[in-house]
Structure formats: structure tokens, C-alpha cells
């Protein structure tokens, strides 16, 4: 009987030291341990603290698999409690100096044709120049706040009457390689060299 209880005790403090060995072992390899509060962390953090009191320790300790560190979630819950909200202030951040709404402006008119005259939207090194912002600032106001892409002009070939034919019998050779069943699918354009 007396070795029947020693052994109870034995495998009971072998069982609670693998599981602690396991939730350090889990701790140690996390990904989540240097994470940003989400939307959601900072809805909950927000709802647990001022319905239960919850403070960062106790947090912590809820939810152990979120990664939190007590040091953030004390930042988090002082800002909850200066301002009400665990929102960005409005204004904080880095203050915008070149992608203002005017040069946004002024770059939208230079970057796109006007109907009126066809083919005079002009290149980001072209509209840096007019405007005298800097053609990295002009390329990051037509990336981010126009949504268009910039492109680089470039010399196209003119195709004589000798280059098209030349082309066509290229391409016609260029069949015969193919069996029947595939070449159903096989388009030719003989204006662009590329196609080919």
C-alpha cells in the first residue's frame, strides 16, 4: 500500500514536470513573441480591462498563447486609460511635407493625357522637373496615392513590308513543328517581335 502511494507521487511530480517542461519548451519556440497587438488583441485588452479589471499580469496570464509581454500591455492599458481609446492619436505620426494635395494635384495633371491633347502625359523625371519635386517623391505620389504605374517609354521597331513577310514565313515553319491537335492553339502576331 505505502508503495503503491510513493509510486502515485512519483509519476504525479513526473507529469506535472514534463508538462512544465512542455509549456517552456512551447514559449521558447513561439512565433508570436514580439507581435504587435492586432485589432482584435486591442478590442479585447480594452473590453477585459474596463468590464473585469483585468491588468497587463493577469492578461498575461489569460492568454498565454497571444505572446503578450507585461511591458506592452502596460503601454497599452496606460494609453487606454490617458485617452479612452487604444487607437492612434489623430495627427501622430510623421506629418506629410511632399505628397500634399496640391502637388498630388499638380502631378495627376502632368502624369495623364487630357482629352483634348492626345499623347501629352509626360515621364517622372519630366514632371520632377516641372514641379521641382524630387522624381522619387513623383513616382511614390503615382504608385501610392494616383494607383498607376509608371512605365518607361521605349523606341519600338518599324516593320517594313520585307519584315512582315519574313515574319509570316517564320511562323509558318514554326507550325510544322507542332502536331495538328496543338496547333489549333498557336497564335502568331506579326507586328511584335515578342510574340514570337
Request: net charge positive; aromatic share 8%; with cysteine.
Amino acid at each position: 500500500m505505502v508503495f503503491a502511494y510513493i509510486y502515485l507521487l512519483i509519476t504525479i511530480v513526473q507529469l506535472r514536470t514534463s508538462l512544465c517542461i512542455a509549456v517552456i519548451a512551447d514559449d521558447a519556440f513561439s512565433t508570436n513573441v514580439n507581435m504587435v497587438f492586432s485589432a482584435d488583441d486591442c478590442i479585447l485588452i480594452e473590453n477585459l480591462y474596463k468590464f473585469k479589471n483585468y491588468g497587463a499580469k493577469r492578461l498575461k496570464q489569460e492568454f498565454p498563447t497571444k505572446g503578450w509581454s507585461v511591458f506592452s500591455v502596460n503601454k497599452l492599458l496606460k494609453k487606454l486609460r490617458d485617452t479612452s481609446t487604444t487607437a492612434r492619436r489623430a495627427g501622430s505620426g510623421r506629418r506629410r511635407t511632399v505628397c500634399t494635395d496640391d502637388n498630388v494635384d499638380s502631378v495627376n495633371e502632368l502624369v495623364l493625357s487630357q482629352e483634348s491633347a492626345l499623347k501629352t502625359h509626360k515621364s517622372t523625371r519630366q514632371i520632377a522637373r516641372e514641379t521641382g519635386i524630387h522624381h522619387s517623391s513623383v513616382y511614390h505620389i503615382v504608385r501610392q496615392d494616383l494607383k498607376l504605374k509608371c512605365l518607361k517609354k521605349r523606341h519600338a521597331q518599324q516593320l517594313t513590308a520585307a519584315n512582315c513577310t519574313s515574319r509570316l514565313i517564320r511562323a509558318q515553319k514554326l507550325l510544322h513543328l507542332f502536331s495538328a491537335s496543338v496547333v489549333d492553339f498557336i497564335f502568331f502576331n506579326l507586328h511584335r517581335w515578342e510574340d514570337l
